[in-house]
């Protein structure tokens, strides 16, 4: 082999070595690029979807707060009169986005349905063998429950 041909491989190893180490050192960087842009998108996304969780569970919270504070409602419930209720129900549930929330109803002591807002017309209005019942029910002390 002439020193001709022996330059002309040094250069493409050489060349070769070169190249090899520029790909992979980009390859590393255009990766922690893509993944600190990724990351940063999805941190966004999440930081817009939680306000606007946050937001809808507010508004939910303030609209049960009024219902609560209301004297009406409260002398309603003491008196186990769920058609007085129901109208102060459908007045706070007008200012709710979704027009069907889930489960809103009051019951009285003994685990009946007295007021249930948008509930459907065949649901069960005898809630004293629910679960969630038998937990919140504190043996009539007169605490209420939301």
Do not use: C, H
């Not at 979807?49 to 508004?59: A, L």
């Not at 219902?67 to 007085?84: F, S």
């Not at 019951?107 to 649901?123: D, E, F, Q, W």
């Amino acid at each position: 082999m002439g020193i001709q041909k022996k330059v002309t491989i040094a250069i493409l190893i050489t060349g070769l070595i070169a190249l090899l180490m520029s790909l992979s050192v980009t390859y590393y960087q255009v990766k922690n690029i893509l993944t600190e842009s990724i990351g940063t998108d999805f941190e966004e996304s999440a930081k817009k979807s939680v306000e606007r969780i946050d937001v809808k569970v507010k508004d939910e919270i303030t609209i049960f707060r009024y219902l609560a504070e209301n004297k009406e409602v409260i002398r309603g419930i003491k008196e186990d009169r769920g058609e007085a209720i129901d109208v102060y129900f459908k007045y706070y549930l007008d200012f709710v986005e979704e027009k069907k929330p889930l489960g809103l109803f009051i019951v009285n002591k003994k685990g009946r349905i007295t007021a249930r807002g948008n509930l459907p017309s065949g649901y069960n209005l005898d809630q004293s063998d629910e679960p969630w019942w038998k937990i919140t029910y504190d043996g009539g002390k007169g605490k209420i429950y939301v």
